[in-house]
Structure formats: structure tokens, C-alpha cells
Nanobody, 131 residues
Framework: EVQLVESGGDLVQAGGSLRLSCAAS????????IAWFRQVPGKEREKVSC????????LYADSVQGRFTISSDDAKNTAYLQMNRLKPEDTAVYYC????????????????????????WGQGTQVTVSS
């Protein structure tokens, strides 16, 4: 059974840090790219970051560039999102997802677009940043 389980979400003050984890099972982790998304109720889901495990390529949304760092540990089948200098606008439910090979994101006009759908999704973890 394929599973992606996020953890690490919490309530934190603006300027603080959190590290989210995405534990994967049921598929060959090293052959997949792992992405982080976030969503606020009533708003479109936003791409945050993605790492391709086969070549280590990393992508970041403009809104988190320089503050968030994505990483991956093949030995633990776990991906991480280190979030620093958090802002109230980072408040959202954060989801991880997996897709074979590369992330498949194309950057255009300040945002990323999908070239292929994610195969697997986690259940999400809430991040709340207070001002």
C-alpha cells in the first residue's frame, strides 16, 4: 500500500521555523520526485517546492525562495521541508506528493505549471503562523 504521511505542522510565531516531514512507503522512493503544496480554504492549491530524488534538482516558488529548503533522505524514505522566517501568509495546510522521475514543473510568468499529474498524495499537515 502506498502511503505519504506528513508531520511537523504546528502553530508558530512570525519569524519562527518549522520542519515538515513526508514519510513515504509502498513505492521506490529514490525513483520519484517529492513535492510540497499548500492550500488555504477557498484558494487555489499552490506549488511550494519539489525535489527530484534521482538527480537532486530542487525547485522553489518565488514566495518561499530563500526561506524554505527542501531535502530528501533516501535511506529513510523521507522528504523534508525546512521553513525559516515564517510569515502569516505561509499559513496553510501543507501536502506532500510524489511523481515518478522528475518534478515536471515548468516555470512561466512567476509561477510553476504541471506537465504531468502527481501520482500519490499525503493527507496534509496544518501550519499556522501568528503575527
Amino acid at each position: 500500500e502506498v502511503q505519504l504521511v506528513e508531520s511537523g505542522g504546528d502553530l508558530v510565531q512570525a519569524g519562527g521555523s518549522l520542519r515538515l516531514s513526508c514519510a513515504a512507503s509502498g513505492f521506490t522512493f529514490k525513483d520519484y520526485a517529492i513535492a510540497w503544496f499548500r492550500q488555504v480554504p477557498g484558494k487555489e492549491r499552490e506549488k511550494v517546492s519539489c525535489i527530484s530524488n534521482n538527480d537532486g534538482n530542487r525547485l522553489y516558488a518565488d514566495s518561499v525562495q530563500g526561506r524554505f529548503t527542501i531535502s530528501s533522505d533516501d535511506a529513510k524514505n523521507t522528504a523534508y521541508l525546512q521553513m525559516n522566517r515564517l510569515k502569516p501568509e505561509d499559513t496553510a495546510v501543507y501536502y506532500c506528493a510524489a511523481v515518478p522521475d522528475q518534478c515536471g514543473w515548468v516555470y512561466h510568468g512567476g509561477k510553476f505549471y504541471d506537465t504531468k499529474p502527481m501520482h500519490y498524495w499525503g493527507q496534509g499537515t496544518q501550519v499556522t503562523v501568528s503575527s
